[in-house]
């Protein structure tokens, strides 16, 4: 049964929660809710606040789950000051403060509201070794309201010219992914399988969610984990070139054997359907939370979904019109390369066998060290074979 238009739904509801880091508690609850929904699937929150969805199969061994990795914050403004019809922000994440233009237009929000109090627009902003630090905006309509937040004000979810596009891709998307991952593992029960979903909170400033995840133990030592990012697509990492095998971020290079069972799970899809794509690349833009799980012992690697205005910095068109000059935009990932992270995460969930560490060469290696025996084997003195 052809799942596309469920696994887009998933999305459009994820995507139309507005969050900034250390305010997730409406992609949270969202997440909370899914999983409540669903017959096979349980979920709790750690002492840091972190979202924890299980999925236990029939036998499946508990202290050896595949843990997938997505943050539920996303780069914006805390209010901490209104004063008239004029609002003191201060930002959280990363953005060059070049993008942050006179007259970018931002949405108000109060904590545990979906729906905008009010528009502003900025007047002001200020920097700190070129990232934006602060800005002032005029509120135009309605209310802002002081200890809410405020966010870029584009619209959470659409669909253009073949692309997702809202406010916030990087990593509510990313989320949606796992959500559709266990979400098929509820619908199907497969035994032997034990997938967590694990929803982190700020991660935009400085992976606190994971590293508190990391010191609390939420994730078995044993476990394989998998950092799901919306990562900023490269000239060698193109949009529409399909869902990227990570192999390191800007600090690390990840598990080998963990990042081999992902292109082995790409090439059993690909071997059976010549339109799903696929890629192995070192995303080096930045760095995500499989490197500091690496850092803390566990097996960890990645899947990234290549990401057009990264942290909404405009860096291109959906048309191809050439841009005027820094400024934000909405982020944007193409549907296909979406729906092949969710078929890549289903095929790899119900393969467990993939994730055990290898004991043996893989195929490639057996076949050349084969090869090289056979070369190089022994000669006498007269240069022939003994």
């Known amino acids: 049964m052809d799942r596309r238009a469920d696994w887009l739904a998933v999305a459009e509801r994820l995507l139309s929660q507005p969050t900034v880091p250390l305010v997730e508690d409406l992609p949270a609850a969202h997440v909370v809710d899914f999983a409540e929904r669903r017959r096979h699937l349980g979920a709790g929150r750690d002492g840091a606040g972190n979202v924890v969805v299980r999925y236990h199969g029939e036998g499946a061994d508990a202290e050896r789950p595949l843990v997938l990795v997505a943050h539920l914050d996303h780069p914006g403004f805390a209010v901490d000051e209104v004063g008239g019809r004029t609002a003191t922000l201060s ?5 060059a403060v070049a993008n942050a233009v006179a007259g970018s237009p931002i949405d108000f929000f109060r904590r545990f509201e979906a729906d905008p109090v009010g528009r502003g627009v ?3 902003a200020e920097g700190r070794d070129g990232r934006l630090r602060g800005a002032r905006a005029r509120v135009v309509d309605g209310e802002a309201s002081v200890d809410g937040f405020a966010m870029w004000a584009f619209p959470g979810f659409s669909l253009e010219a073949g692309r997702i596009c809202g406010r916030v891709c990087d990593d509510l998307l990313g989320a949606a992914v796992v959500l559709c991952t266990l979400d098929e593992l509820s619908r199907r029960a497969p035994a032997g399988v034990e997938v967590w979903g694990l929803f982190t909170r700020a991660e935009e400033i400085g992976f606190l969610g994971a590293l508190e995840a990391i010191r609390l133990g939420t994730v078995p030592p ?11 697509a490269l000239v060698d990492a193109p949009q529409g070139g399909g869902v990227i095998v990570r192999v390191g971020d800007r600090t690390s290079i990840f598990d080998p054997g963990l990042s081999e069972a992902l292109a082995g799970a790409a090439r059993r899809l690909a071997a059976d359907d010549g339109d799903f794509r696929w890629q192995r690349k070192l ?3 930045g760095t995500c939370e499989a490197s500091a799980f690496c850092a803390a012992g566990w097996r960890a690697s990645g899947l990234a979904l290549p990401l057009g205005n990264y942290h909404n910095a405009l860096d291109r068109s959906l048309d191809g019109t050439p841009l005027k000059g820094p400024g934000i935009g909405p982020e944007h990932v193409t549907v296909d390369d979406y729906l092949a992270g969710v078929r890549l995460l289903v095929e790899l969930a119900g393969c467990p066998s993939l994730l055990e560490a290898p004991s043996h060469p893989p195929p490639w290696l057996a076949e050349r060290m084969a090869r090289a025996h056979r070369e190089l084997a022994p000669t006498g003195a007269a240069g022939q074979r003994a």
């Open 91 to 95: 930002f959280r994440g990363g953005l």
């Open 122 to 124: 900025l007047f002001d």
């Open 222 to 232: 044993r476990a394989a984990v998998l950092s799901l990012e919306c990562s900023k």
């Open 283 to 285: 995303m080096d833009a």
